[in-house]
């Protein structure tokens, strides 16, 4: 499923007013693709696929949590957003703990 440039702003300003990041990146990418067989000099299988990968990136204190989703629908879109959210917070918390590599 692929969206219009106006759902996908639209899907995007949902997420970046619901988000409590410091800030936020959303990145709404689709591919099709298609493929024919060919066996003993005639077509024997077709098919075709598409894909709509979001992603939400989310930055808290200087850290980043990015999370990716297949998945268009608005509940696994506001999961995303909350897990992307609490990686970055994870992130900003071990980077205040003095916690080596953060």
Request: hydrophobic letters at 40%.
């Amino acid at each position: 499923m692929f969206f219009s440039a106006s759902e996908a702003r639209q899907i995007s300003d949902r997420l970046i007013d619901a988000s409590h990041a410091d800030s936020c990146t959303i990145s709404i990418e689709g591919a099709e693709d298609t493929h024919l067989r060919f066996a003993q000099n005639s077509a024997t299988t077709n098919g075709s696929h598409s894909l709509v990968r979001t992603t939400i990136e989310s930055n808290i204190g200087g850290r980043a949590g990015s999370v990716t989703v297949t998945g268009s629908d608005e509940d696994q879109l506001k999961a995303a957003q909350v897990r992307s959210e609490a990686i970055a917070r994870l992130g900003a918390c071990l980077l205040n703990l003095g916690v080596a590599g953060f």
